[in-house]
């Protein structure tokens, strides 16, 4: 069974007055067809972990290891953890001003394959998963996630997420900034691609409104670069109750 594993993962940025450490010893191993959700206050390190699982430059592991299918993580580069089923839903999808959606996609589907999908065949597949997430074809033509909205740039992801077929998914705080329509649209784009593909999944949030249609299988709470607690949906509905109080001490560290 596809496993992603991380053990005593700590990582670093760099700041003007040198490297702070934001991950302080993080444990994590999600299975194939599972559903873990992370969630924390602001600051707590969420979005460090998802970006340092994918590669982002801005960030030094300094300790630790992340591991796919036994594989070494931490020494692919950034496409090579992405053909090796590793992807990364962000929080603030970047626009890329004269690539079309269209374009983007095929490319992306390339590279991550080895191979170009049948024109014929690939065309059905975007224009199915577009409707699916009740995305305008239009859509295909204009440049990636450029006067998008934030719902729609969230839905490209999602879309992306389901074309590319990954083994397992980070999703980014994906909730944010969607209003409840588009919010369900996008968590039935996730079940329906962990249906079909029993992908892994790791959902960053500070809410529990996404978890009422994506459900968890595992909760983790996330404080201070680690993980505080662990448990299963009732800890999500807990949180939601009580907050994050309990887990704050009087210095609490802040990530980039």
């Known amino acids: 069974m596809p496993t992603l594993e991380i053990r005593d993962l ?5 700041t003007k007055e040198g490297p702070k450490p934001i991950l302080r010893g ?68 970047v626009e890329v001003s004269g690539v079309s959606v ?6 992306a589907k390339t590279a991550i394959s080895g191979e170009a999908p049948k024109l014929r065949t690939w065309g059905k597949e975007v224009k199915g998963a577009m409707e699916n997430l009740r995305m305008d074809p239009a859509f295909a033509e204009r440049s990636v996630n450029e006067g998008f909205s934030g719902g729609e740039k969230k839905r490209h992801e ?5 074309l590319f077929k990954p083994r397992f998914a980070i999703l980014d705080e994906t909730d944010s900034g969607l209003d409840v ?19 892994g999944i790791l959902l960053i949030t500070h809410y529990t409104r ?5 459900k968890p299988d595992f909760v983790h709470v996330f404080v201070d670069g680690k993980i505080a607690e662990e ?9 939601e109750e ?15």
């Open 10 to 14: 700590h990582v670093s940025v760099e």
């Open 26 to 93: 993080v444990d994590l191993t999600i299975a194939s067809g599972e559903t873990h959700a992370i969630m924390g206050p602001n600051g707590s390190g969420k979005s460090t972990l998802a970006s340092a699982l994918a590669g982002h430059p801005k960030y030094t592991v300094t300790s630790g290891t992340a591991t796919l299918d036994g594989e070494d993580l931490l020494t692919m580069t950034v496409d090579q953890r992405a053909r090796a089923g590793l992807f990364l839903a962000m929080q603030y999808p």
């Open 102 to 107: 269209a374009n983007f996609l095929r490319t």
């Open 158 to 162: 999602i879309l992306q997420m389901e």
């Open 181 to 199: 329509d588009a919010l369900r649209v996008v968590s039935e784009g996730v079940n329906r691609a962990k249906e079909e593909t029993d992908i």
């Open 210 to 214: 996404i978890l009422r249609y994506i």
């Open 231 to 239: 448990g299963g949906s009732e800890l999500a509905d807990r949180l």
């Open 242 to 256: 009580e907050g994050y109080d309990k887990y704050l001490g009087a210095n609490k560290t802040v990530s980039a």
